[in-house]
């Protein structure tokens, strides 16, 4: 199934996550540093939605108290519901 999720507080813009039996199959985010997005979906990819979770939840970037890796963690909390 795929999923759109619009990040609040980061510069990205929207993810576009696809999952598929609590794996992470593919990530797009729209907007942000690239090379640190295309990272970040390129390592979530083929992943268990709880361990990515579990990875990325809590970064924050620049004191503003989540990040684009954190907000990625908030979209897959709200889709492993």
Known sequence: MVYEYTPQGVCSRKFIIEV???IVKNVEIIGGCEGNT????NLAKD???KEVIKRLK???CKGRGTSCP????????EIDK
Not at 38 to 41: A, I, K, R
Not at 70 to 77: C, I
């Open 70 to 77: 954190d907000q990625l963690a908030k979209a897959l909390e």
């Open 20 to 22: 598929e039996d609590g």
């Open 38 to 41: 295309q990272g970040v979906c």
């Open 47 to 49: 992943m268990p939605v």
């Open 58 to 60: 809590g970064i924050d």
